[in-house]
């Protein structure tokens, strides 16, 4: 069973980072795609980043390209996006989904983010508020 666990999301001041992290399993860390993805309040969800598993090949959303990092940790089966230089519009609820690297691709993951379901599997999401 795949199992994604959110967290580090909270309250920023622009300019501000912060550091969310997606806990899951081994098996699903060795063999799919994982992504981060937003989604504001009356807007679509937005692809911000995934990551492959076995040459660990990355995408991001243009809006986010040089602002935030996604990285793993084996060792604690974990995979982070590190957000540097928060925005006002950066403010979503960010969730982690995962899909078997047979079935897609980080590119196609992050630019068609229905293209998650079916097959495919979502946490619970982390509230990220930039404001002053």
């Known amino acids: 069973q795949v199992q994604l666990v959110e967290s580090g999301g909270g309250l920023v001041q622009p300019g501000g980072s912060l550091r969310l992290s997606c806990e899951t399993s081994k098996f699903v860390l060795e063999d799919y795609v994982i992504g981060w993805f937003r989604q504001a309040p009356g807007k679509e969800r937005e692809g911000i980043s995934c990551i492959s598993p076995s040459d660990q090949r990355t995408h991001y959303g243009v809006s986010v390209q040089g602002r935030f990092t996604i990285s793993r940790d084996n060792a604690k089966n974990t995979v982070y996006l590190q957000m540097n230089s928060l925005k006002p519009e950066d403010t979503a609820v960010y969730y982690c989904?995962?899909?078997?690297?047979?079935?897609?691709?980080?590119?196609?993951?992050?630019?068609?983010?229905?293209?998650?379901?079916?097959?495919?599997?979502w946490g619970q999401g982390t509230q990220v508020t930039v404001s002053s």
């Open positions: 989904a995962a899909k078997s690297s047979v079935m897609t691709t980080a590119e196609e993951m992050c630019d068609v983010p229905d293209s998650v379901s079916p097959m495919g599997y």
